[in-house]
Every structure is written in structure tokens, then in C-alpha cells.
């Protein structure tokens, strides 16, 4: 079975402060990715990851960065948290081309 | 990006019955499509896949059909069960590895 794990289910952080969301996944997948999913909005892509080291923007990814330093590891990263950075974020991985599996999710507050 | 949407934001439907999801796409280039589950509080769980190259596909209970004359996706859920009350995500792939997600629709099953 796939797995997909994510550091924390529930984070409370304050404005401005920095956040480290990881995930980390056990079947040698190539790609990680990042999403946040917000009711009415669905899924967006924030990053994803192709490979060690590499990294690609998707549709939101002002105010994130990531680094994925180990094939199993991916971790985004706020590095001044915002209130609109409220969310549930979504990581998930997947072979190349394949079916992406998520963890469970981590919800952030940011007050 | 990618356009996918859902027809209706919620289901209901009695226990025992078929359920019927449905979702329209935009790209008529688009050569994969995926279903996602999401029950409350978990990350989304993968159903069912079906290739640009086929427009019928059976899993166990569910089935999947796609008509690319009008681009358009379904989920078939037969015999609905209490368990199967979640959000359903249909997703697009768009590249080499992402994915553009719908909204989702909320399945109710009434007891």
C-alpha cells in the first residue's frame, strides 16, 4: 500500500511566523506535490517536484516555497504566514505520469 | 489552466440506489482522467481511472464513463451504501504529471 504521511493533522500558527509542512512518502516515487484546498475552489496546485532537488511552480505559488532535498521528502515552506494562508494543504505523490496518492492532510490556522 | 467542473455541487440519494457524478472537461486533448474520493477529514482517495482511448471502465461497484464528443465524465456508484457519502473529485490530467481538479460534488446517502 501506498503510503503518505504528513507531519502534523492540525497546525495553529501566528501571522508571520514561519511554517514548515512535510511529507514524506514510502514508495520511491518520483513526484511530490503540494496543493491547498479551500471550499468552492477544489485543489490548486501551490508546487510540485519532479526529482531531488527540482522543483516547479503551479498555479498559486506566491507566498511558498518547497525543498525536497531527499527523494521522499518534500516540504513547503511559508516563510511569513498570512491569514489567507488558512487552509488544509494537501500533499501527494506519484510515479511518473501515474496516479497521485495524498496524505491525509494538515489544516492550518494562521491568526 | 485547466477547466473541470462539476454539474452539481451536492447528491442526495437513498440507500441502495445508484448514484450518478458527473463532470465536464475542457481540453478536448486531454488523454486521462482520474476520480478521487474525499471523506471528512482524509486526503483524497483514488477510485478509478479511464484513458482518453476508452469511454467505459468498471471497478468494483463503480464505473466510470467518458464522452469525449462533448467532453464529459461520469461516476456510477451502484447500490449506494451509507460509506460511499463523501466528496468526489473528478481530475484532468494536464502535462506529464499534473493534474487540474473539479470542485467536487458532496454525496449524501440516505439510510
Known amino acids: 500500500d501506498v503510503k503518505v504521511t504528513q507531519s502534523s493533522r492540525y497546525l495553529v500558527k501566528r501571522t508571520g511566523e514561519k511554517v514548515f509542512l512535510e511529507c514524506v512518502q514510502d514508495m520511491d516515487h518520483e513526484n511530490m506535490f503540494w496543493y491547498r484546498q479551500d471550499p468552492g475552489l477544489g485543489l490548486r496546485l501551490i508546487y510540485f517536484?519532479?526529482?531531488?532537488?527540482?522543483?516547479e511552480k503551479g498555479d498559486i505559488p506566491e507566498g511558498y516555497s518547497v525543498s525536497r532535498e531527499k527523494k521522499e521528502r518534500f516540504s513547503l515552506i511559508l516563510e511569513s504566514a498570512s491569514t489567507n494562508q488558512t487552509s488544509m494543504y494537501l500533499c501527494?505523490?506519484?510515479?511518473?505520469?501515474?496516479?497521485?496518492?495524498f496524505g491525509p492532510g494538515t489544516r492550518l490556522t494562521v491568526t | 489552466g485547466e477547466s473541470v467542473g462539476l454539474h452539481l455541487p451536492t447528491l442526495s440519494v437513498q440507500e441502495g440506489d445508484n448514484s450518478i457524478i458527473n463532470c465536464a472537461y475542457s481540453n478536448s486533448a486531454s488523454d486521462y482522467f482520474i476520480w478521487y474520493k474525499q471523506e471528512s477529514g482524509k486526503g483524497p482517495q483514488f477510485i478509478i481511472d479511464?484513458?482518453?482511448?476508452?469511454d467505459k471502465r468498471q471497478g468494483q461497484r463503480v464505473t466510470v464513463l467518458l464522452n469525449k464528443t462533448v467532453k464529459h465524465l461520469s461516476l456510477q456508484i451502484a447500490a449506494t451504501q451509507p460509506g460511499d457519502s463523501a466528496v468526489y473529485f473528478c481530475?484532468?490530467?494536464?502535462?506529464?504529471?499534473?493534474?487540474?481538479f473539479g470542485t467536487g460534488t458532496r454525496l449524501t446517502v440516505i439510510p
Open positions: 517536484s519532479y526529482d531531488v532537488k527540482m522543483k
Open positions: 501527494a505523490s506519484s510515479l511518473a505520469g501515474g496516479i497521485q496518492y
Open positions: 481530475a484532468e490530467k494536464g502535462g506529464a504529471n499534473n493534474l487540474f
Open positions: 479511464i484513458r482518453s482511448n476508452m
